[in-house]
C-alpha cells in the first residue's frame, strides 16, 4: 500500500498517519526506511512506560476538552517523539465503561461469597470455576479484584479485594493514549492536527450510513465495490468544500450543523 501510494504521489513532504492497529514493528521497520516520517498510535501498554509523565508536568491544551504533551523517546532513540494526549470525552467513557464492569463483576462476586457462606456450594473447586467464569464474562474489571478461595476445617471461604495500586493507574491512565513519530520540528498542536484527519477519513465513509443511507450494501463485484468508494469520495469532497464555504463567514468547520439549521 506504502509503495504504491508513493508511485502515485511521490514519496517528498510525505507524513503516513496510521492508527494502534496498524503500528506494529514490521510497519515501523518499513516506515523508517528511505526516510520516511510517521505519526502513529501506539499500543496501549506503551502507556505504562508514562507513568511519570502522566502524573506531573504541564500539560498543553489544545482545545476544549484535550490537553496534549510532548515527552521524549524513552528507548534512547533521538530521531523519535511521543505525545501524550488526555481528553474530557474520552475519560468519562472508558471510566463509564470500567465502573459498569467492575459493578457487575463485584454484584456476581458478592453472590458469589453469600453462596459459600451459607454452604450452598459444596466444594473448593465449583467456587473456583464460578468465580472464573465471573472473571472471564467481565474481563475488563478482572484486574482490579483478587479473588481466592481457601479451605478452613469443614468449611471454605471466599475473599476478594481491590489492589490499590491498580486502581490508582486505571484513574490515571483513564481517558490518555500515546502518539509516537519521528517529525521532530512540530509543536503538540500540529501533531493532533494531523492524527485527527484519521478521525475525518472514517467519517467519510460513514457518509454511506449517515448522511447517504446506503447501508446496509452487499457488492461482491470489483467494478461496484470501486464505483460505491467512488461515490464515497466524491460525498466527502463535497462535505469539506463545504466546511471550507463555511469556515469563511464564522460559522465552524462542521456543515452538518448548517444543514440542521436549515431543516
Known amino acids: 500500500m506504502i509503495r504504491t501510494v508513493e508511485q502515485v504521489y511521490g514519496q517528498a513532504e510525505g507524513i503516513w498517519i496510521m492508527d494502534r492497529g496498524m503500528g506494529s514493528a ?17 499500543p496501549k501498554n506503551l502507556l505504562k512506560k508514562f507513568n511519570q509523565e502522566l502524573g506531573e508536568g504541564t500539560w498543553k491544551s489544545v482545545h476544549p476538552g484535550l490537553e496534549v504533551k510532548l515527552c521524549q523517546s524513552l528507548f ?9 494526549c488526555q481528553t474530557t470525552a474520552r ?20 453472590r458469589l461469597q453469600r453462596s459459600c457462606e451459607t454452604a450452598r456450594l459444596r466444594s473448593v473447586k465449583m467456587a473456583e470455576r464460578r468465580c472464573g467464569r465471573l472473571r472471564e464474562r467481565y474481563h ?5 479484584i483478587t479473588t481466592a478461595v481457601e479451605k478452613q476445617n469443614y468449611l471454605f471461604q471466599f475473599r476478594r479485594s481491590r489492589p490499590d495500586d491498580q486502581l490508582a493507574w486505571a484513574h490515571r491512565r483513564v481517558g490518555s493514549y500515546v502518539l509516537g513519530s519521528n517529525v521532530k520540528d ?20 460513514r457518509i454511506q450510513k449517515d448522511d447517504l443511507r446506503l447501508r446496509p450494501l452487499w457488492h461482491q463485484k470489483e467494478n461496484r465495490v470501486r464505483a460505491l468508494i467512488l ?8 462535505l469539506k468544500c463545504f466546511g471550507q464555504m463555511c469556515l469563511q463567514p464564522g460559522l465552524g468547520d462542521d456543515p452538518r450543523n448548517i444543514i440542521e439549521e436549515i431543516k
Request: hydrophobic share 45%; net charge negative.
Open 26 to 42: 514490521e510497519t515501523l521497520n518499513l516506515l523508517s526506511q528511505e526516510n520516511r516520517h510517521y505519526i502513529l498510535g501506539t
Open 76 to 84: 534512547g532513540n533521538e530521531r523519535e517523539v511521543f505525545i501524550l
Open 91 to 110: 475519560q468519562a467513557k472508558e471510566k463509564a465503561i470500567r465502573d459498569r464492569f467492575l459493578g457487575l463483576l463485584e454484584a456476581g462476586l458478592l
Open 140 to 144: 475488563r474489571a478482572s484486574r482490579f
Open 186 to 205: 512540530w509543536t503538540p498542536e500540529e501533531f493532533l492536527r494531523a492524527y485527527i484527519q484519521l478521525t475525518d477519513a472514517e467519517k467519510a465513509f
Open 231 to 238: 461515490v464515497y469520495f466524491l460525498a466527502s469532497v463535497l
